[in-house]
Nanobody
């Protein structure tokens, strides 16, 4: 079972920063679009930021200008730099890699999640 490994979560004060990392096998990351999702207690899991195989990035409006997604292909790692954190950013953050195994047939790989808590 292929699994992605996230790290970098923790407790931070409002206005602070954290950098999340997601590492996966090269056999997956070489072909995948990678996204960071988050899920607060009692809420659905939502996409926060994504980066395509070609490096095109996208963000949900609530994090634009504060979060930056990037990747290092040499070490098969995708990062989420989170700045100016707000209490409402508190959630479990999950990394997802989506690979198209055939036209119209995506396959998703997930990490175990890392908790981000923004509180004073």
């Amino acid at each position: 079972q292929v699994q992605l490994v996230e790290s970098g979560g923790g407790l931070v004060q409002p206005g602070g920063s954290l950098r999340l990392s997601c590492k996966g096998p090269g056999s997956i990351f070489s072909f995948a679009a990678v996204g960071w999702y988050r899920q607060a207690p009692g809420k659905q899991r939502d996409l926060v930021a994504a980066i395509t195989k070609g490096g095109i990035t996208s963000y949900v409006d609530s994090v634009k200008g504060r979060f930056i997604i990037s990747k290092d292909n040499a070490i098969n790692t995708v990062y989420l730099q989170m700045n100016s954190l707000l209490p409402e950013d508190t959630a479990a953050y999950f990394c997802n890699a989506r690979v198209m195994i055939a036209p119209g047939e995506p396959r998703d790989y997930w990490g175990q999640g890392t908790q981000v808590t923004v509180s004073s």
